[in-house]
């Protein structure tokens, strides 16, 4: 079964940076799409994912502040964010998309002053 590691979410002011990472320790890492998605209150919703062949995709709230990466060699993807808003405070997870994977435990981003 593959554990999905997230991290790197903290406290940051409005206006501030973050990178979050995930490290998907799957063999065929590579071949998958991966995605980052995050918990509000009432849903987990679609944040950003990279294709294989690293073509990326944002929703409409975080496009232009966020940026996704992938690192094969590593297994990891890493989610840059930028201009960070109270909106984004949510705990953010890595997964698949579609998601397939079991979900890990999160990390949670808190933007507030």
């Known amino acids: 079964q593959v554990q999905l590691v997230e991290s790197g979410g903290e406290w940051v002011q409005p206006g501030g940076s973050l990178t979050l990472s995930c490290v998907v320790p799957?063999?065929?890492?590579?071949?998958?799409?991966l995605a980052w998605y995050r918990q509000i209150p009432r849903e987990r919703e679609f944040v950003a994912r990279i294709?294989?062949?690293?073509?990326?995709a944002y929703s409409g709230a975080v496009k232009g502040r966020f940026s996704l990466s992938r690192d094969d060699a590593r297994k990891t993807v890493h989610l840059e964010m930028t201009n960070l808003t109270p909106e984004d405070t949510a705990i953010y997870y890595c997964?698949?998309?579609?998601?397939?994977?079991?979900w890990g435990q999160g990390t949670q981003v808190t933007v507030s002053s």
């Open positions: 997964n698949s998309r579609p998601a397939g994977y079991t």
């Open positions: 799957e063999s065929r890492f590579s071949s998958y799409t």
């Open positions: 294709s294989r062949d690293g073509t990326t």
